[in-house]
């Protein structure tokens, strides 16, 4: 196929093949104050999740705490799973998990759903606050 402007030239969007893809080291516990903004990389988030955008497991929310015990690092993962596995040796909320993955809520869904399908971390809901708390709260950020 000829174009009629010349060849076609590759989206600046894309990740050029000459550069590496921005992956970081997962060795170490993950900080986001760590991320270096001024990388170009980036990678689509249908590819993390194989096209996939409805976990597997339902009911999952934003503030769903989120645990792995060490014992899970031994296991085969991938970049990002590894990354919540690391991350989630302390408990994490989902949203906390997007936001360190830099990822859609719903692309941490789908990633922390197959981990807990295959009894990588475990997950449950937020201790519900009291009325009372909350309040507390609402005092406290009026006193501002």
């Known amino acids: ?9 590759p989206d600046p969007r894309m ?13 170490a516990p993950h ?12 990678v689509r988030p249908f590819v993390i999740t194989a096209g996939r955008t409805v976990p597997v497991l ?19 993962l991938r970049f990002e799973e590894r990354t919540v596995v ?6 994490h909320s989902i949203a906390e998990i997007g936001a ?4 859609p809520i719903g692309i941490a869904k789908v990633i922390v759903s197959d981990l807990a399908a295959a009894g990588h971390v475990t ?3 937020a201790p519900e606050l ?4 909350i309040e507390r709260i609402r005092d406290l950020v009026r006193a501002l």
Do not use: K, N
């Open 15 to 27: 990740i050029p093949v000459t550069h590496a893809t921005g992956w970081r080291d997962t060795s």
């Open 130 to 133: 009291s009325t009372a708390a």
């Open 100 to 103: 360190a993955l830099r990822v």
């Open 123 to 125: 997950v449950r809901d």
């Open 58 to 76: 339902d009911g999952l929310r934003i503030e769903t705490l989120v645990h792995a015990p060490p014992s899970a690092l031994s296991a085969p």
């Open 86 to 91: 690391t991350l989630c040796l302390r408990p």
């Open 1 to 9: 196929m000829r174009y009629p402007d010349g060849p076609r030239l």
């Open 31 to 42: 900080d986001p104050a760590d991320i270096d903004d001024s990388q170009d990389s980036f």
